[in-house]
């Protein structure tokens, strides 16, 4: 097999290659990680629980942000925002 021969296998390899993983929905991102490309009912349903879980934690930090700088050291204050927490859970 001469050289030219050579890279042309290469190439058709190569081609093949990308053509399958076109087929199957695989992609590769910059660092070469696999993900999916399709984007099917389970991974909207997938992605919508965890936005959702997203907000909520966003919320209660916010909520422990303000009880943590809060100028008011009453502990029974406290402890009633933290039975709120725990309430929403």
């Known amino acids: 097999m001469n050289p030219f ?3 042309v296998a290469i190439v058709v390899i190569a081609t093949i ?10 992609g590769r991102d910059r660092h070469g ?3 999916p490309l399709r984007d099917d009912a389970a991974t909207q349903a997938e992605n919508q ?26 502990g029974a204050r406290l402890d009633r925002e933290i039975e709120k927490l725990r309430d929403r859970t």
């Open 5 to 7: 021969e050579m890279v």
């Open 17 to 26: 290659g990308s053509v399958l993983r076109a087929r199957y929905g695989i």
């Open 33 to 35: 990680n696999d993900f």
């Open 49 to 74: 629980r965890l936005h959702e879980e997203l907000r909520a934690m966003k919320e209660r930090l916010a909520v422990l942000e303000r009880l943590a700088t809060d100028n008011n050291d009453s």
